[in-house]
Antibody
Framework: QLQLQESGPGLVKPSETLSLTCSVS??????????WGWIRQPPGKGLEWIGS???????LYNPSLKSRVTMSVDTSKNQFSLNLTSVTAADTAVYYC????????????WGQGTLVTVSS | EIVLTQSPGTLSFSPGERATLSCRAS???????LAWYQQKPGQAPRLLIY???SRATGIPDRFSGSGSGTDFTLTISRLEPEDFAVYYC?????????FGQGTKVEIK
């Protein structure tokens, strides 16, 4: 059973960089069928896709965040990461990592999410 | 960008009734890449349907998904008290991947 777990600071100061890591267990991040991604949900609002990365490093980013987002994969640790620069209060949200199969119809998997608050 | 429109934003039902939720795409979406989620307050979204019509593991058979192209539907055949929640559709066939804005199913 694939499991994803987000980790990182719960509080980030305005203008700084938000950094999160998703640890994958029960499966390999190097599997060729999957994209690994990040989704966020501000308090009381809907879901927003941030971006996704393939194990080779190929990335897909939401155009609305692309200038501030960097994702990376560490296959040796079976992890992938998100960096979001120049954060403001509008970036306060629950951040989820996920895995989707882009080859076959298969159930996506999500982590439980981690709340990141941007505040001084 | 493919815009997913879920309307109306809120639906009111009594327990035991049938609920039909709509997700309309601004461009054609491959059924392979269409999913539905349920979210309750304070909880992470729970996958209900993937591939437009396949139920996720452990999802009761009162939940069903259908549709193709630009029109997709989530049907709850008989609403149970625990089904009152917000429902989102998502497409990940065309970047940027997108979510609908959600439909809240509330108790009448």
């Amino acid at each position: 059973q694939l499991q994803l777990q987000e980790s990182g600071p719960g509080l980030v100061k305005p203008s700084e960089t938000l950094s999160l890591t998703c640890s994958v267990s029960g499966g390999s991040i190097s599997s060729s069928s999957y994209y690994w991604g990040w989704i966020r949900q501000p308090p009381g609002k809907g879901l927003e896709w941030i971006g996704s990365i393939y194990y080779s490093g190929n990335t897909l980013y939401n155009p609305s965040l692309k200038s501030r987002v960097t994702m990376s994969v560490d296959t040796s640790k079976n992890q992938f990461s998100l960096n979001l620069t120049s954060v403001t209060a509008a970036d306060t949200a629950v951040y989820y990592c996920d895995q989707v199969n882009v080859v076959l119809p298969a159930a996506p998997s999500w982590g439980q999410g981690t709340l990141v608050t941007v505040s001084s | 960008e493919i815009v997913l429109t879920q309307s109306p934003g809120t639906l009111s039902f009594s327990p035991g009734e049938r609920a039909t939720l709509s997700c309309r795409a601004s461009q054609s979406v491959s059924s392979k890449y269409l999913a539905w989620y349920q979210q309750k307050p304070g909880q992470a979204p729970r996958l209900l349907i993937y591939g437009a019509s396949s139920r996720a593991t452990g999802i009761p058979d009162r939940f069903s998904g259908s549709g193709s192209g630009t029109d997709f539907t989530l049907t709850i055949s008989r609403l149970e008290p625990e089904d009152f929640a917000v429902y989102y559709c998502q497409q990940f066939g065309s970047s940027p991947w997108t979510f609908g804005q959600g439909t809240k199913v509330e108790i009448k």
